[in-house]
């Protein structure tokens, strides 16, 4: 079974630029989840998906960002224009459905913004 | 949000030492995981544990939920046990990171 996948691993992008972060979850599995740890801080919750619908969005920063998962499957997330204080390690996770709510977390995607 | 503390921040240890890690949480969880972070920034999972205990290899885990704290114990410890664990737990959906322990083996 093939785990969480994120691309690109790594994006480099000057201030006020764009960048679309891709994350492709387990299959079947209904719950997707972003996170991000920033300049060596704690791992924050970002949001999470239920199939196509928005969950939770509280942890979404402010309007730069942008999350969206099509018809229940991957999920891009948008910065748009982009911060030097969004640069970071961004997480994607997803879990399944029914009351089972171990998370399985993909490789990161690094985001500098310089 | 549920507060998490892990202690010690970090670990010092001597190959084939063995070590416990803390984490304690503020409110009743419905998730409680353990990870470590390789050296390459994935998180690997190690446990999903809200109660009980759990091993696997030279690893286990207990979670007292009752008393809120959860207990990594590292036994024969390897330079590849290098890196960061944390600790994360739920009420149900969104994950609640402690700051981790960095853990350092030394051959």
């Known amino acids: 079974e093939a785990g969480v996948t994120q691309f690109p691993s790594h994006s480099v992008i000057e201030k006020g630029q764009t960048v679309t972060l891709r994350c492709d979850p387990i299959?079947?599995?209904?719950?997707l989840y972003w996170y991000r740890r920033v300049m060596g801080k704690e791992i924050k919750f970002l949001l999470h998906?239920?199939?196509?619908?928005?969950?939770?969005e509280s942890g979404m920063p402010n309007n730069r960002f942008l999350a969206e998962r099509t018809g229940g499957t991957y999920s891009t997330l948008k910065v748009q224009p982009a911060e030097l204080e969004d640069s970071g390690v961004y997480f994607c996770?997803?879990?399944?459905?029914?009351?089972?709510?171990?998370?399985?977390f993909g490789p990161g995607t690094r985001l500098t913004v310089t | 949000g549920i507060q998490v503390e892990q202690s010690p921040p970090d670990l010092i240890l001597q190959e084939g030492a063995n070590s416990t890690l803390r984490c304690n949480f503020s409110?009743?969880?419905?998730?409680l995981q353990w990870f470590h972070q390789n050296p390459w920034g994935q998180l690997i999972n190690l446990f999903y544990?809200?109660?009980g205990t759990k091993q696997n290899g030279r690893l286990s885990a207990t979670t007292v939920a009752t008393e809120r704290y959860s207990l990594l114990y590292i036994s024969s410890s390897q330079t590849t046990d290098s890196g960061v664990y944390f600790c994360?737990?739920?009420?149900?959906?969104?994950?609640?990171f402690g700051a981790g322990t960095t853990v350092t083996v030394r051959a």
């Open positions: 996770a997803s879990s399944q459905a029914g009351g089972i709510y171990e998370q399985y």
């Open positions: 299959s079947g599995h209904d719950n």
């Open positions: 998906f239920v199939k196509e619908s928005k969950q939770d």
């Open positions: 409110d009743s969880v419905n998730n």
């Open positions: 544990i809200p109660s």
């Open positions: 994360a737990v739920s009420a149900p959906y969104k994950l609640s």
